[in-house]
């Protein structure tokens, strides 16, 4: 299928690793034209050359001044932006204390507003452009307090920006993947693991047994999703969360 997106020009926030760097790859696959954004600049380096025709900026997406000054950078280089992928967030400890949550809902809520807020008056201008959101199945379950009400914010956030930039061509969708393996599953893995006193193994079985297609989804197939939403052919989804987890067992959500 021919996704469209030849040409067009892409920032994903996050993007030195796991999910982010999956997105870019798959829309550089597709022909868009991609700009990095990470706060470690030799993560970045090393992820940019693997995106082909990529450039990387730098920024702190839980900084205003950041955000701004990285928005004009990718202007500058792409001569515009059509798509946004924001996957900026710090993994969630899963425990419960009010600094941490603030940080967290910093970067990943508003952080993600913040570059929204930067790149849609163009988009609304030229009349389309799409924002997809990396969330998280957290949302839907209890288990990460601080996990959930970031991510739920961020659905509802998603939701918001929809229905305001819906009307003049954009679209914003939010994605909420499960676990998935990424470079740093193991090590996911294996904290999990040292904190229930049981092996990686029995921890990665344990979570298989509760999805559908009965194992991990990869940040690969994360990012074929993604490519998807961004999309001229997605224009029928808007506002909407999409859950790329392979199909948590039980739960009926409508």
């Known amino acids: 299928m021919d996704l469209r997106l030849d040409g067009r020009r892409a920032?994903?926030?996050g993007g030195s690793r796991g999910i982010g760097l999956a997105v870019a790859?798959?829309?550089?696959?597709?022909g868009a034209r991609v700009a990095l954004?990470?706060?470690?600049?030799?993560?970045?380096?090393?992820?940019?050359?693997?995106?082909?025709g990529a450039v990387a900026v730098s920024a702190d997406t839980?900084?205003?001044?950041?955000v701004a000054a990285m928005a004009r950078r990718v202007e500058e280089l792409l001569g515009g932006v059509d798509i946004l992928v924001n996957a900026a967030a710090t993994p969630s400890s899963g425990r419960f204390e009010e600094s941490e949550l603030e940080a967290e809902v910093n970067v990943k809520v508003?952080?993600?507003?913040?570059?929204?807020?930067?790149?849609?008056?163009?988009?609304?201008a030229a009349g389309w452009g799409r924002i997809i959101?990396?969330?998280?199945?957290a949302a839907r379950q209890s288990g990460s307090l601080v996990g959930s009400v970031r991510n739920v914010a961020v659905a509802a956030l998603t939701k918001s920006l929809a229905d305001e930039l819906g009307p003049h061509g954009v679209n914003v969708v939010v994605v909420h993947p499960g676990l998935t393996r990424t470079e740093k599953t193991p090590r996911t893995l294996a904290a999990m693991a040292a904190a229930r006193g049981?092996?990686?193994?029995?921890v990665e079985r344990a979570a298989a047994a509760g999805i559908s297609i009965g194992r991990l989804v990869t940040a690969e197939e994360v990012a074929s999703v993604v490519a998807f939403l961004a999309s001229p052919l997605s224009v029928a989804i808007n506002g909407d969360a999409i859950a790329a987890g392979g199909g948590a067992k039980g739960a009926i959500h409508y």
Do not use: H, W
């Open 198 to 202: 049981v092996e990686p193994d029995e």
């Open 110 to 124: 508003r952080g993600y507003l913040r570059t929204a807020r930067a790149f849609a008056p163009g988009m609304t």
């Open 37 to 52: 954004v990470a706060r470690g600049q030799e993560a970045l380096e090393a992820a940019v050359a693997e995106v082909p």
């Open 11 to 13: 920032v994903v926030t």
């Open 133 to 137: 959101n990396i969330s998280g199945l």
């Open 25 to 30: 790859k798959a829309l550089a696959a597709e």
């Open 62 to 66: 839980g900084d205003d001044a950041s």
